[in-house]
C-alpha cells in the first residue's frame, strides 16, 4: 500500500513565524502536490512537483512555497505565517505510470494565531 | 481552465434510501474522472475512477458512478446508504494533456453525506 505521511497531524503557530510541513512518500512517486482545504471550498492545489527540485505553481500559491530535494520529501512553507492560513494542509502523490491516481496523507491543521 | 461543480453542499439520507450526488465538469477535451471520500477524521481516499471503456463504473462500498460525456457528468449513485457512508465525498477531473499540468486534479467543493440511522 502507497504511503503518504505529514510530520503533523496538529500544528499551532503564531503570527509571522516561519512555518514547515513536511510530507513524505514511500512508493517511489514522481509526483507530489500541496492542498488547502478548507469548508465549502473543497481542495485547492498550492504548489505540485514532477521531479526532484522541479516545482509548478497551483491555484493559490500567494504567500507559500515548496522544496523537493528529494524525491520521496515534498515540503510546503510558510515564509510569514498568516491567520488566513489557518486550514487543512494536505499532501498527495502520483506516479505517472499509473493512472495519475494520487494517494494522499492524513492532512495537518494548522492554526495561526 | 477546467472547473468541477458539485451540486449539493449537504445531504441528509435516512439509512436504505438510494444515494445520487452530482457532478458535472467544464473540460471538453479527454478526462480522467474520479470520486474521493473523506470519512469523519481520516483521510481522503479513492472510491472509484473513470479512465475508459464502460461508462458504468464501480467501486467501494456498493458505490458506482456513470459517466455521460454529452452532459459532462459523472454522477455518483448507490442504491441503499448505511450510517457508515456518512462522509465528505469529492469528485475530481484529471485532464490529459501534455506538460507539466496533466498531472493535477481539479477538486470540486464537496458534498457532505449525513445518514441518520
Known amino acids: 500500500d502507497v504511503k503518504v505521511t505529514q510530520s503533523s497531524r496538529y500544528l499551532v503557530k503564531r503570527t509571522g513565524e516561519k512555518v514547515f510541513l513536511e510530507c513524505v512518500q514511500d512508493m517511489d512517486h514522481e509526483n507530489m502536490f500541496w492542498y488547502r482545504q478548507d469548508p465549502g471550498l473543497g481542495l485547492r492545489l498550492i504548489y505540485f512537483s514532477y521531479d526532484v527540485k522541479m516545482k509548478e505553481k497551483g491555484d493559490i500559491p500567494e504567500g507559500y512555497s515548496v522544496s523537493r530535494e528529494k524525491k520521496e520529501r515534498f515540503s510546503l512553507i510558510l515564509e510569514s505565517a498568516s491567520t488566513n492560513q489557518t486550514s487543512m494542509y494536505l499532501c498527495?502523490?502520483?506516479?505517472?505510470?499509473?493512472?495519475?491516481?494520487?494517494?494522499f496523507g492524513p492532512g495537518t491543521r494548522l492554526t495561526v494565531t | 481552465a477546467q472547473s468541477v461543480s458539485q451540486h449539493n453542499h449537504h445531504v441528509i439520507l435516512s439509512e436504505a434510501a438510494s444515494l445520487e450526488l452530482g457532478c458535472n465538469y467544464s473540460y471538453g477535451g479527454t478526462v480522467n474522472l474520479f470520486w474521493y471520500v473523506q470519512y469523519p477524521g481520516q483521510h481522503l481516499q479513492l472510491l472509484l475512477k473513470y479512465f475508459s471503456g464502460d461508462p458504468l463504473v464501480k467501486g467501494i462500498k456498493g458505490f458506482e458512478a456513470e459517466f455521460i460525456k454529452s452532459k459532462f457528468s459523472f454522477n455518483l449513485r448507490k442504491p441503499s446508504v448505511q450510517w457508515s457512508d456518512t462522509a465528505e465525498y469529492f469528485c475530481a477531473v484529471n485532464t490529459l494533456y501534455s506538460g507539466a499540468g496533466s498531472y493535477q486534479l481539479t477538486f470540486g467543493k464537496g458534498t457532505k453525506l449525513s445518514v441518520i440511522p
Open positions: 498527495a502523490s502520483s506516479s505517472v505510470y499509473y493512472s495519475y491516481e494520487q494517494y
